[in-house]
């Protein structure tokens, strides 16, 4: 199981490779689309690259709820328990 630091530096490197260059330092209290300018097909590239790489499946639903990329961290990491 991985911890949240664990799970907020796989979203770092995740958003890294999608954000362009001179995009914010990405931390746990930005906000996803606001802050980062994230559109949601690049939030559903997202979502795709976490399901795979914790092979489980984010239910649409818990997305809402889900506005900065520390939301994002606790969503993953309450999945990854169950």
Known sequence: ???QAQ????IQEMLAAILPQGAPRV???LDLIN???IDSLKVMELVEKLEDAY???IPI???AGVRT?????KAIGTLTES
Not at 7 to 10: C, D, R
Not at 69 to 73: A, I, Q, W
């Open 27 to 29: 931390t746990a209290d």
């Open 55 to 57: 092979d489980l499946s």
């Open 61 to 63: 639903n818990i997305l």
């Open 69 to 73: 990329v520390g939301d994002l961290v």
């Open 7 to 10: 799970i907020l530096e796989q």
């Open 35 to 37: 802050d980062l300018n």
């Open 1 to 3: 199981m991985a911890t």
